[in-house]
Nanobody
Framework: EVQLVESGGGLVQAGGSLRLSCAASGFTFEYYSIGWFRQAPGKEREGVSSISRGDDGTYYRDSVKGRFTISRDNAKNTMYLQMNSLKPEDTAVYYC????????WSQGTQVTVSS
């Protein structure tokens, strides 16, 4: 059974930092690209960042480029999102996402950035 369990959300002031973690199980982690989405109140879920299985390809949406860094540790079956210089518009529920034929989502973690 595929499971994605994330941690690390919270409340931070604008300009601060948070690190999200996503622990994966139930599949061969190193074989798959994996990524992060977020959903703000009243808005559609949007892709934030993704990382290829070989750790040699990353994607960032324009609004987070230069501030967020995605990484993975295949030995620990874990993906990370380092979020720096956070802005109020980054406030959302963040999800890790895997497309394994079927789309899988973590439970979501709230990130709130106060101004």
């Amino acid at each position: 059974e595929v499971q994605l369990v994330e941690s690390g959300g919270g409340l931070v002031q604008a300009g601060g930092s948070l690190r999200l973690s996503c622990a994966a199980s139930g599949f061969t982690f190193e074989y798959y690209s994996i990524g992060w989405f977020r959903q703000a109140p009243g808005k559609e879920r949007e892709g934030v960042s993704s990382i290829s299985r070989g750790d040699d390809g990353t994607y960032y949406r324009d609004s987070v480029k230069g501030r967020f860094t995605i990484s993975r540790d295949n030995a620990k079956n874990t993906m990370y999102l380092q979020m720096n210089s956070l802005k109020p518009e980054d406030t959302a529920v963040y999800y890790c996402h895997l497309d394994h034929g079927t789309r899988y989502w973590s439970q979501g973690t709230q990130v709130t950035v106060s101004s």
